[in-house]
């Protein structure tokens, strides 16, 4: 298995709702990656997990909650969120942190109403 | 910081011309890496080279890697719609905080 598995793969969630999307790999890579997309914008790191253990939070807002349950699964927890959080939200995984080549998910396209 | 720049920026061709698109950093890479993003989809990795002078080939594409290993190359041959999508070549850097970085890329259109 060489893929990054999202879902959903679409999201449409009001401003009060709570959801999670979900990112799956079985490659036993230990560092995995939450990166948001604009429209026409290349990918904007989000959250660095390595080990399970999170590594870099790029000061995103508390309204997105990572969690990483266990080696092969990411979750991003959203709630209260804002029209302008809409975005593609890619997760990647890498052997280990630092090292180079990441394999991306196809991302869940959010859309905040 | 390591700034990072992509040319062009946009590019619109006809099927079967060939293209060369460019990578230059302000500092020396470690390594560098090519990405093709299509339309809705996640990047995916194309190469990775890590030697300066290094050229390595996939199918129609060649890419290099300068001697100095701060600026890159990817080379198009007989371009075709396949080929349409978002090219992107991030930087790494921070040590022992890694961060993987992305510039604008170049966004690639191939007409038929």
């Known amino acids: 298995d060489t893929e990054v598995t999202q879902t959903p793969k679409h999201l449409v969630m009001g401003m009060t709702n709570k959801k999670s999307l979900k990112c799956e790999q079985h490659?036993?890579?230990?560092?995995m990656y939450w990166y948001k997309q604009k429209a026409k914008k290349p990918p904007e790191l989000m959250f660095v997990?390595?080990?399970?253990?999170?590594?870099i939070n790029e000061s995103v807002p508390s309204r997105f909650s990572p969690e990483c349950p266990n080696s092969s699964l990411l979750n991003l927890h959203l709630h209260a969120l804002q029209p302008e959080d809409s975005a593609l939200y890619l997760c990647?995984?890498?052997?280990?942190?630092?090292?180079?080549?990441?394999?991306f998910g196809s991302g869940t396209r959010l859309t905040v109403v | 910081t390591q700034l990072l720049e992509q040319s062009p920026q946009f590019l619109s061709i006809q099927e079967g011309e060939n293209l060369t698109v460019y990578c230059n950093s302000s500092?020396?890479?470690?390594?560098l890496q090519w990405y093709r993003q299509e339309p809705g989809e996640g990047p995916v990795l194309l190469v990775t080279?890590?030697?300066?002078?290094e050229v390595k080939k996939l199918k129609r594409l060649t890419f290099q890697f300068g001697d100095a290993r701060k600026d890159s190359s990817l080379h198009i041959t007989a371009a075709q719609p396949g080929d349409t999508g978002l090219y992107l070549c991030?930087?790494?850097?921070?040590?022992?905080?890694?961060?993987?970085?992305f510039g604008k890329g170049t966004l690639l259109t191939v007409n038929p």
């Open positions: 990647a995984s890498s052997p280990i942190w630092g090292s180079h080549g990441y394999t």
């Open positions: 490659m036993g890579h230990r560092a």
């Open positions: 997990y390595s080990y399970e253990k999170l590594s």
């Open positions: 500092s020396v890479f470690s390594s």
């Open positions: 080279v890590v030697t300066g002078g």
């Open positions: 991030p930087s790494g850097s921070g040590g022992s905080n890694y961060k993987l970085t």
